[in-house]
């Protein structure tokens, strides 16, 4: 493999992030061992997995000579907040175009959880209908940007590029130390997939570091159907550019339908059952959109005998918790009230 070390990284990140165990909630739910790994401490902006991402993206944008970062998500994205973050600690403009989609936090959905954010790391938001008043949105800001003399660098959408995604092969050769300092052989690795650059990464980071895991992703944004050949690209491309294998990767990831819900964002009362159970048992917060419909998955795979009580299977968070405040219509009360 060609090294990680030669290729343009900053350092956004607090790394490396916990890898804990999760006894009581295991003990809850008399299953088998459960990890998490806690990327939701990644410590910038509130944290969560784009910041890896990050780490690599916008130091191939500084190297560029960017001024002004842009990128696109939902009104909710904590991808937009991490960008909004990452950008003021490094100097850069942002400019976010938040098209609305998955929007189910009612009233606070503009106002609270991560736009709020957004706000006042100083980002520029653009609250904008749909993905064509996304398009003139962005076509704006370009012209804007180049009139003013400024440079800009566009992160798409999740910054699930292959040059985000290294941030997760980075991610993968951190976990296989930890595992293996912890003394044990992961099971299986669960996780939230959207725009699936997260996945691909840990994919191909796994297998560089010669750690045979499958890894599950639980589809939260579209189902596997239009993103799997999304991620297959991913993999290959950024197996390519570490000058990896870009052959043999069936059965080194899975791609799960049926926790998704009506749709992105949607809460379903998977999501919000796993959320307070994680929280009342561990005192740890999932969120609405991405690691509450995961844990919703991951529980729902252990009911059904998937992994057995000798097991040891890693939950990994991927953050997103600030979404939480943006859903307290949806999640006041719960299921005693
Ligand atoms: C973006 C995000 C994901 C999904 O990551 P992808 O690389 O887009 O698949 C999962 N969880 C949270 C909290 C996120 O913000």
């Not at 500084?62 to 842009?70: E, F, S």
């Not at 990464?201 to 589809?219: D, Q, S, T, W, Y």
């Not at 159970?277 to 844990?295: C, F, I, N, W």
């Amino acid at each position: 493999m060609r090294s990680l070390d030669s290729i343009p990284r900053l350092r956004l990140a607090h790394l490396p992030t916990p890898l804990e165990r999760l006894d009581r909630l295991a003990h809850r739910i008399a299953g088998p061992a459960i990890w998490a790994k806690r990327d939701d401490a990644t410590g910038l902006g509130l944290g969560g997995n784009k910041v890896r991402k990050l780490e690599f993206l916008l130091a191939e944008a500084l190297a560029q000579g960017a001024t002004t970062v842009v990128t696109v998500g939902g009104v909710q994205s904590n991808h937009a907040r991490q960008t909004a973050a990452a950008a003021a600690r490094l100097g850069l403009h942002c400019e976010l175009v938040l098209p609305r989609v998955g929007m189910h936090g009612g009233e606070l959905h503009e106002r609270n959880g991560n736009v709020l954010l957004d706000q006042l790391f100083g980002a520029r938001v653009h609250i904008v209908a749909d993905a064509v008043a996304a398009g003139s949105a962005m076509g704006e800001i370009r012209a804007r940007v180049a009139r003013e003399g400024g440079t800009l660098a566009f992160v798409p959408a999740g910054g699930s590029t292959p040059t985000g995604s290294l941030g997760y092969v980075a991610a993968a050769l951190e976990f296989a130390d930890q595992a293996r300092a912890a003394g044990f052989k992961p099971t299986a690795i669960v996780l939230a997939a959207s725009t699936g650059g997260t996945l691909a990464g840990l994919v191909v980071g796994l297998r560089a570091a010669g750690l045979e895991v499958p890894v599950l992703g639980i589809m939260v944004y579209e189902p596997a159907a239009q993103v799997g050949p999304v991620i297959a690209r991913l993999i290959d491309q950024t197996a390519e550019r570490l000058g990896l294998d870009r052959e043999g990767w069936e059965g080194r990831y899975e791609l799960l339908d049926g926790y998704l819900g009506p749709g992105y964002g949607a809460p379903t009362p998977g999501m919000i059952a796993a959320l307070r159970l994680v929280a009342e048992s561990e005192g740890l917060l999932l969120d609405p959109v991405y690691t509450g419909k995961a844990m919703a998955g991951l529980l729902d795979l252990i009911e059904r005998r998937r992994f057995g009580s000798g097991d040891s299977v890693v939950f990994w968070h991927t953050g997103g918790a600030p979404g939480l405040f943006a859903y307290a219509d949806a999640l006041a009360g719960g299921a005693d009230s």
